[in-house]
Structures are given as C-alpha cells and as structure tokens.
C-alpha cells in the first residue's frame, strides 16, 4: 500500500491544483452542505479552522456561523503541552499570530479559551480520507489527540471532517493513534459511519 508519505504529496498536489473558481465553488457548496448537516445546526459552539495549503476554504462556512449566532473557535497549538490544540473564541477582532507551521491563529490569551468539552461540533481538517472515514492529516497528530476522548467513549464533541471531493482515496495505511472520523462532509456529500 503507498505509503503515508506518498498520500500527502500526492493529495496536497492535487486540492493545491484546483483553480480559483473551483475552490470558490467547493467552498460555496460547503456552505451549502453545512447548512443540511444536523449536528452542525444544532450546535452553539463549533471549533473550526483557517483554511492553508489548498484545503477547502473555510471563511465563507465561518461567516455563516456567526451569521447564525454560534460561537467560533480556532485551534491554537499549546504553549506548554507538546502535540496538544487549545481553542480559542474567534470573532471579526480577534487577534491572529503565525504560528510555527506559518497558519494564523488567535493570539494567546486564556480568556478566549474555550474547553474542548464546552465544544458542540469539531470540525475537521485532513489531507486525505478513505470510504471507511479513516483519515490522513498532516502529520502532527493534534487532532489524533485533541479526538481521543471521542474514539474511547464517543462522547464530547462530535467532529465533522470536511474536504475536497478529490481527497477521497480507496483505501488509508491506519495507525494504531488514528482517530477515523464519523462525519465528514464534502461540497458534494455528507459522509457518515
Ligand atoms: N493520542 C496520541 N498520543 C500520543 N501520540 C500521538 C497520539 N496521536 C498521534 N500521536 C503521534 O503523533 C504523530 C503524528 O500522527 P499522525 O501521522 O497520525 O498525524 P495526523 O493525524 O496526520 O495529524 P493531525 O491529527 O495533526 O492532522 C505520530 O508520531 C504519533 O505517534
Ligand atoms: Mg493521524
């Protein structure tokens, strides 16, 4: 089987290659998509990220949330605790800082931080995603951690993967800490397992 590696070359290559009208059209029909998914309008609070490297482009689905009154937060990596994501509240003056990996997030400040437990929906990122809803992040295992709790008691917030139609694969080399994810919703689809 191709090795982990290669699938993250392979499908960042290829969401990377997607021309500005089909990016603006995935992330429209993510909205789109969004809007239908069950857990994502009954939840107050959802964890969210700031779109890089080609993945789906996440601003529009942010202005719909706080459209419909929910709380916004973004992943901030842990200052103390290695491998680990705080999340912080974000809103239109929230201060962004780039961090270590070169993606902005909220600037540290303990008073925007939300508990993961408070948190209704996570939505997801990932590089690549197999029929089975096993999934490829990029590598630093955060969200691997930030999910555990879910994997062993599938209780705490329900994480929502979304992604490209075009990072979906046959199937996905699965390590023993990954987290497959029972959601995950495309432009085209809503996935669920
Ligand atoms: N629950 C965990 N406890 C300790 N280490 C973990 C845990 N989950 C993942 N890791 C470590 O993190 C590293 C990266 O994991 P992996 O390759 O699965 O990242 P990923 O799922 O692609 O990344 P991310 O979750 O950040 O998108 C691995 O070396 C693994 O040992
Ligand atoms: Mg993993």
Same mark, same amino acid.
């Given at each position: 089987?191709?090795?982990?590696? +290669? ?9 990377n ?6 990016? +603006?059209?995935?992330?429209?029909d993510?909205v *789109? ?16 990220? *700031?779109?890089? %490297? ?8 942010? %202005?719909? *949330?706080?459209q ?15 491998? +680990? ?12 800082? *780039? ?20 948190? %209704?929906v ?8 197999d ?24 209780t ?12 979906q ?8 800490? %990954? ?9 085209t689809?809503?996935?669920h397992?």
């Amino acid at each position: 089987m191709t090795s982990r590696r +290669h699938i993250r070359q392979s499908i960042r290559h290829t969401r990377n290659s997607l021309t500005p009208q089909e990016q +603006h059209q995935a992330a429209t029909d993510l909205v *789109l998509q969004c809007a239908n998914d069950p857990y994502i309008q009954k939840a107050k609070s959802v964890a969210i990220y *700031l779109s890089v %490297d080609g993945e789906i482009n996440t601003s529009l689905l942010i %202005d719909w *949330l706080w459209q419909q009154g929910k709380s916004v937060t973004l992943p901030v990596i842990h200052p103390f605790s290695k491998g +680990h994501l705080l999340f912080l509240e974000y809103t239109k003056d929230t201060p962004l800082i *780039l961090n270590k990996y070169q993606i902005l997030e909220p600037k540290l400040d303990k008073t925007q931080v939300v508990p993961v437990n408070q948190l %209704d929906v996570i939505i997801t990122p990932l590089v690549a995603f197999d029929h089975l809803g096993n999934r490829l992040g990029m590598g630093g295992g955060y969200y691997d951690r930030t999910l555990v709790n879910w994997e062993q008691n599938q209780t705490g917030p329900m994480p929502i993967g979304i992604a490209h139609a075009c990072q979906q694969v046959d199937a996905l080399p699965i390590e023993s800490w %990954d987290v497959p994810l029972p959601r995950i919703i495309t432009p085209t689809q809503i996935w669920h397992w």
